[in-house]
Structures are given as structure tokens and as C-alpha cells.
């Protein structure tokens, strides 16, 4: 959970490994953590931890929109919106509730008024993280894959989103200035369209509070956690390290203890992200405690994914629904393109040979600058949280054995062409998905959300020859129910058929997710047999 080493760039030959030549990447969705942040809660201050840390300098530019007159000698009936700079300064309560403001240590330990995080704010460290992940996915998909344009006049192919938790949408702005720096863009770039739900209709992480009977589920097996793991010799190695720390009406370390124990831990790895004036004492650091802590936080949190189809549905079924959706968009509205679509630009390896560090790999279409994808948007990009990995991870079959996700983690989820199997062209028998947008009619439905088994044959026509393929921070994920014979890429397990892929989603896909949020509060919890992920 806490921050991530990320792995050295890929090689020449892994990337050839990783984009074979008879594939051509055609859309990628990266759903990414936010960088690393203050504690969520003020915790064990009684250790000389401060409450307030001195890490966010961002808060000494901030800008709002303001509504007024265009300025002096303008007419005063006629309002333009301009911007006013201002800092912010934390207040908090002191003795006698007197209102005092809130300080942290600085680099000499001694108090600071400014920089001074809220709880749960993204940190300067979280935001060189982010923009750190920006750089690299610039140089995986614009210079070794020549996937995007080097440099853009707009961004109408990209999808940002963000959840409503200010450091998702921060993480998310600092990711996409690291992969497209201003110099990359026009003087005339105008505002990013960022795309943003309300809380009660949010889906981009696992929404317990807007989500009755999800909140049910996920207080039952945080029990069911507790009732494993309270009384166990491991936890009983937590508290002979840790007890003497805890509150003194709570001196146990429990999964249900005050703190919880995953509180206790988003405090210790929010401590290991940052500076030496906000660390916890030495023991809080032993190797065989984090690992305990780890193990049982992974569990409490995401062991109904793994077990229970209704869980999957309720918490992360809709967000992989509209992942997939996008996808099978993307291969529906593709036309195919006669081979010199494909010409490799001066420099560019051919596709028996592996590409150099100067060379674009040849398994992906060449994309001139401002290039617009087939179905509107190319690349996808999307702030959120620690919960959406593990959970899309968890609900895939993909998260066995893995750690809590650290800080600035991500999930790049990308869908490929095949040059070498691709659906017959428009002229054909073949589905009319494949026929341009401009030229279909009403009786030529979109598959969308459809369920496998309500798809007509002229509709599945149209995912043959695309494949999917996960990687969870720089590494291949395969999924279990994709390694069965017909449905990946032949050599390849972790390149699932999009059609295996979308019937595995299908699954845990809510038909209408608000209204499966309001049923069945009351029934039990678990199933009454195995529900295994990913299949």
C-alpha cells in the first residue's frame, strides 16, 4: 500500500514479447490509484506523530472561477468569468474549542503554517508519483508504440475521469500532464473535458455508501475477518508489538479494534511514503508485523469478490460493464483497413524485427497527430482508488497472493486487432456492426451491455479477432477463465478473446445497479456454494 517501485522500462525483446507484430493495439483504459496521501484519520499522535503534516504545497496556488465585470469602464451588466488566486490555511480546534491554526513540522522540525495537508490529501510526493506514471505511459504508447500523437491540438481522443475525491481527480490531471507536458500541446489547447459523477451514481469504486445491500455484503465478511482473525497468534504478535500504542480503552490490535487494523495500516504506509518528520516509532515498521497486517486488511476488504457474484456485481460489476462496453464499441464501429493503414513510419521496426528505442513497435497502427480513434476516444484515463484495483483484480480471478495495491498503482486494460484472423469487411455476409456509423440503421442494434447469451450471431461476429489483455503495474495479468481452450490468443494466455472476456463480465454485470443496491438488505450474505471469480 505504500509507494510503488515501479519496474525498469520494458526492454527491446519484452516489448515484442508484449506487443506481437500480428496485433495492433487499438484503445487502452488505465485505471490508476492516486499518489500517495496524508493519513486518513489523525492517528497515534500519542506517539509524537503530528496531526497535520507540511506536505502540500499545492495548496499555496489555488484558483477558483468567479463570475463579475470584465473590468474597469466595462458595462456592469455584462459579467465574464475570470479566476481569483488564493491559499489556503487549515484551522482547527485548540484548547477550550478555541480555533487555532493548524501547523506541521518543516524540514528543521520546527511548526509551519503552510503547505499544511488535509486528511486523505494528495501529497507533493503523490503528485510527482502520478505525473512520474504520466511519463512512462508517454513512453510506452507515443514513442516506443507510436500509439498516440507526440503532440495534440485537443483531446477529443481521450476519456478522463475522475471519482469525486479531490486526490483521484488531482492524481488523474497530474498523470495526463506527464503524458502530454504543455510543450506537446497547441497554443490554442483548450479546457480538458473531464467526465465526473455524483456520489450516488458514482461506480468507479466500490460505492458501500450509496449502495444498501453492498454495505450489507462488505460489513459481512469484515465480520466474518474479524471472527477469523481477533483471537489468532498472528494478531497476537500485533498486539505484543503494537498494544502498548493503541488508545488506552482499546489496548488490543483487532480487524474491528479502534483503530481497525486497516486504519492502522493506511497510517504506517502513509508514514513510509513521506518525510522523517512524520514517522511512527520503529516497531511499527517490523517486517513480519506489515505482513500480517497486509494479509488480513487483503482478506477483510477483498475476499468477497472472490466468493461471491453478488458482491462483484454490487461493488465493481458496473464499472467492468462499461469497460467492456466501450471496448466492444470500439470493435463494432472499426472498418477493416487495407494494409497500408498499417505502414510502419521512416524508422519504424517492420514486424519481423523487434523495435529499437528509436523505433515504434509494429503492433500498433500509426496514429498521426490528432488522429480520432474509430469510436471517438482512443485512451482512457481514470482516478480512483486502491478498492477499484483490488477489486477489478479480485472480481477477474487475478488477485491471489497479490499485496494491498500501493500508492500510484495501475491497471492498463487494452484491446488489440488481429492483422492475422480480422472479420470479414463490410461487402461480405459479415455482421453490419462493421459498417460505418453513417451508414447503419436502427435494425443494426449495438451490442452494449447485451448479455452473452441474448447476442445474436451477426453480433458476436463482431468481437472475432479482438483480444484483451491486463497489466497490473507493468505485469501481464491472466485471467483463470481465459486460459480454457478457444478462448485466448494461441501461446498466449494472458490475451483473452473479447468475446470470452465480455461473457466473464456478463456475469457480475448489474442490469440496474440502483435498484440491486435496494433489494435483498436482509438476505444472507454468503452464498450457499461457490461462486469463484473469473469465470
Known sequence: ?????????????????????????????????????????????????????????????????????SGPGADPDVNTFTDVQWRRRLETFGADDAAVPATGP?????????????????????????????????????????????????????????????????????????????????????PLTIVSRTPADETLFPNDSNCRRFAALSRAFANRAAERWN?????????????????????????????????????????????????LPKDFYDPKARSIMDKIAVEEWYAGYKESEEYRTLAIGALLGDVVSRMVSSAERSVPLPDEAFAHA?????????????????????????????????????????????????SLGAYND???????????????????????????????????????????????????????????????GYFVRLRYNDEPVTVPGCKLPGNHLAGDESFCTLAAFKAIVDKFTPRDWKQQCRMNTKAPAFPQKPEPAGF
Open 1 to 69: 500500500m505504500t509507494t510503488l517501485q515501479p519496474r525498469p522500462p520494458y526492454s527491446d525483446a519484452e516489448l515484442l514479447e508484449l506487443y506481437p507484430p500480428r496485433l495492433h493495439l487499438q484503445q487502452v483504459q488505465i485505471l490508476l490509484r492516486h499518489g500517495e496521501r496524508t493519513p486518513i484519520n489523525a492517528r497515534f499522535t500519542n506517539t509524537g506523530l503530528p496531526a497535520h503534516w507540511p506536505y502540500c504545497n499545492a495548496v499555496r496556488h489555488l484558483r477558483s472561477a468567479v463570475l463579475g465585470p
Open 106 to 190: 518543516n524540514s528543521d522540525n520546527q511548526p509551519t503554517l503552510d503547505g499544511i495537508c488535509d486528511f486523505g490529501m494528495l501529497t507533493d510526493r503523490g503528485r510527482e508519483t502520478t505525473y512520474a506514471l504520466g511519463t512512462r505511459l508517454r513512453k510506452l504508447y507515443v514513442d516506443h508504440l507510436g500509439f498516440l500523437p507526440a503532440s495534440i491540438n485537443n483531446a477529443d481522443f481521450l476519456y478522463l475521469r475522475a471519482t469525486p475525491i479531490p486526490r483521484a481527480l488531482e492524481s488523474m490531471q497530474q498523470a495526463f500532464l506527464g503524458l502530454y507536458p504543455p510543450h506537446t500541446r497547441a497554443a490554442d489547447f483548450p
Open 231 to 279: 483471537d489468532s497468534p498472528e494478531m497476537a504478535y500485533l498486539t505484543k508489538k503494537l498494544g502498548k500504542y493503541m488508545p488506552e480503552d482499546s489496548p488490543r490490535v483487532a480487524v474491528d479494534g479502534k483503530p481497525r487494523l486497516s486504519g492502522l495500516m493506511d497510517t504506517v504506509n502513509s508514514t513510509l511514503a513521506h518525510g522523517p518528520a512524520t514517522r
Open 346 to 394: 521512416p524508422g519504424q521496426a517492420k514486424p519481423e524485427q523487434a523495435p529499437t528505442s528509436k523505433s515504434k513497435s509494429s503492433s500498433s497502427r500509426r496514429m498521426s497527430d490528432n488522429e480520432d480513434d474509430d469510436d471517438g476516444f482512443r485512451f482512457g484515463l481514470s482516478g480512483c482508488h486502491d478498492t477499484t484495483l483490488a477489486g477489478v483484480l479480485a
Open 402 to 464: 497479490k499485496a494491498w495495491p500501493p500508492f500510484t498503482s495501475h491497471i492498463a486494460i487494452e484491446l488489440f486487432r488481429d492483422a492475422e484472423n480480422a472479420p470479414p469487411s463490410s461487402s461480405s455476409s459479415s455482421s453490419s456492426s462493421w459498417w460505418p456509423s453513417f451508414l447503419r440503421t436502427a435494425s443494426t442494434p449495438s451490442i452494449g451491455r447485451t448479455p452473452t447469451p441474448s447476442l445474436t450471431d451477426k453480433q458476436k461476429v463482431s468481437m472475432q
